[in-house]
């Protein structure tokens, strides 16, 4: 079993800045691609950052120059850190992670969530 647990969400103005974290823990024996999602209320799911265990990122176009996803992957966690912040980045910040487990099974796992709020 593997666990995500997202933590740094909260409330800041416009053009601030916050860092999201997200360990993930349990039965893991490696981790592939990190990512965070994003959604706001009345819309899809979407993408925000993704990055493999190599290094190599992508980007939602919404967020490319302002937002910087990392990982330490000795402690199976994945940051974002978020600059320039605008009332539309306003959501529930979702952390994802395809884990391959100790049983050699792959999990694509989900956080619960943290909400970022951006307001004037």
């Known amino acids: 079993q593997v666990q995500l647990v997202e933590s740094g969400g909260g409330l800041v103005q416009a053009g601030g800045s916050l860092r999201l974290s997200c360990a993930a823990s349990g039965s893991i024996l490696s981790i592939n691609t990190m990512a965070w999602h994003r959604q706001a209320p009345g819309n899809q799911r979407e993408l925000v950052a993704a990055i493999t265990s190599g290094g190599s990122t992508n980007y939602g176009d919404s967020v490319k120059g302002r937002f910087t996803i990392s990982r330490d992957n000795p402690k199976n966690t994945v940051y974002l850190q978020m600059n320039s912040l605008k009332l539309e980045d306003t959501a529930v910040y979702y952390c994802?992670?395809?884990?391959?487990?100790?049983?050699?099974?792959?999990?694509?796992?989900w956080g619960q969530g943290t909400q970022v709020t951006v307001s004037l």
């Open positions: 994802n992670a395809d884990v391959r487990a100790t049983t050699r099974s792959y999990l694509n796992t």
